[in-house]
């Protein structure tokens, strides 16, 4: 099975911050990687898709980028509504999920 | 827009039995592969299996911690994605998602395994 290793596990940040998480996967996934938010109570939300495009109606300060085993979810500007937790998940075979990022307020 | 909406959920005892269901609309249900996904309380997602379409023979596919004791099953005549769970252990107790990858999924359905 593929695993993910997400890191941080958890992030402190304010308000405009730029905040950058990793993804690395055990073996090499091409493009097939997505990244996901989560808030208490609800179910994940699609944000990026095959690595780097941005699902219809997220905003574009998210970004994906990478391939391979190395993909990194970009906020270019933290707002209000992004404190949340943040999955990278692979379906190059199966599916797996990192162990998330809990992105907190500072 | 994709709906999915899954029911069955609730308390079992350890060893017992429960049928999930997801029902699926607004989007070609016989075409799709469908997953589910489960989450422990306070805990990361967890891939639980999937079943492929008809044009890829119903393939089913499961996580190591379930394979043997949950079946995916479905209907496509009712649009609707089936998780039959036996042999139920405390460590199955999550929220179990229906998900059509990569978006849409379900509001889930919480399963309680305890005495």
């Known amino acids: 099975a593929i695993q993910l290793t997400q890191s941080p596990s958890s992030l402190s940040a304010s308000v405009g911050d730029r905040v950058t998480i990793t993804c690395r996967a055990s073996q090499g996934i091409s493009s097939a990687l997505a990244w996901y938010q989560q808030k208490p109570g609800k179910a994940p939300k699609l944000l990026i898709y095959d690595a780097s495009s941005l699902e219809s109606g997220v905003p574009s300060r998210f970004s994906g980028s990478g391939s391979g085993t190395d993909f990194t979810l970009t906020i270019s500007s933290l707002q209000p509504e992004d404190f949340a937790t943040y999955y990278c998940q692979q379906f190059n075979s199966y599916l797996s999920f990192g162990g998330g990022t809990k992105v907190e307020i500072k | 827009e994709v709906q999915l909406v899954e029911s069955g959920g609730g308390l079992v005892q350890p060893g017992g039995s429960l049928k999930l269901s997801c029902a699926a609309s607004g989007f070609t249900f016989s075409g799709s592969a469908m997953h589910w996904v489960r989450q422990a309380s306070g805990k990361g997602l967890e891939w639980v299996g999937r079943i492929r379409s008809k044009a890829n023979s119903y393939a089913t596919a499961y996580a190591a911690s379930v394979k043997g004791r949950f079946t995916i099953s479905r209907d496509d005549s009712k649009n609707t994605a089936y998780l039959q769970m036996n042999s139920l252990k405390t460590e199955d107790t999550a929220v179990y998602y229906c998900?059509?990858?990569?978006?849409?999924w379900g509001q889930g359905t919480l399963v309680t395994v305890s005495s």
């Open positions: 998900t059509r990858h990569p978006s849409g």
